[in-house]
């Protein structure tokens, strides 16, 4: 089972940046997608990121396509994403996972991710 520790979130004012990392460790880095979640208070978890393994493919959720970009560093077992404009309703608590398998490309399912790390908290203040 790989384990993924998320960081770099914190406060930012809106139209601000942030930078969020996901670092992998325990078994090898999975040669799967990765993707990226995040949870508003009272809401349910959503979709935001996938990045593909060799980071030449990527899809995102309609609100945050054109702002945020993933990208992943296999040598470092890491995964990013590079978030631009920050809004308030981009407020939440972000995740990082694995891709459960391939044929799951496309998917904005939270089922087809697994090994979810312990999120790490972004606030975007106006």
């Known amino acids: 089972q790989v384990q993924l520790v998320e960081s770099g979130g914190g406060l930012v004012q809106a139209g601000g940046s942030l930078r969020l990392s996901c670092a992998a460790s325990g078994r090898a880095f999975p040669k799967y997608p990765m993707g990226w979640f995040r949870q508003a208070p009272g809401k349910e978890r959503e979709f935001v990121a996938a990045i593909s393994w060799s980071s030449s493919a990527t899809y995102y959720s309609d609100s945050v396509k054109g702002r945020f970009t993933g990208s992943r560093d296999n040598a470092l077992n890491m995964v990013y994403l590079q978030m631009n404009s920050l809004k308030p309703e981009d407020t939440a608590v972000y995740y990082c996972?694995?891709?459960?398998?391939?044929?799951?490309?496309?998917?904005?399912?939270?089922?087809?991710?697994?090994?979810w790390g312990q999120g790490t908290q972004v606030t975007v203040s106006s």
């Open positions: 996972a694995v891709m459960n398998e391939y044929r799951a490309w496309g998917s904005r399912r939270e089922t087809d991710f697994g090994s």
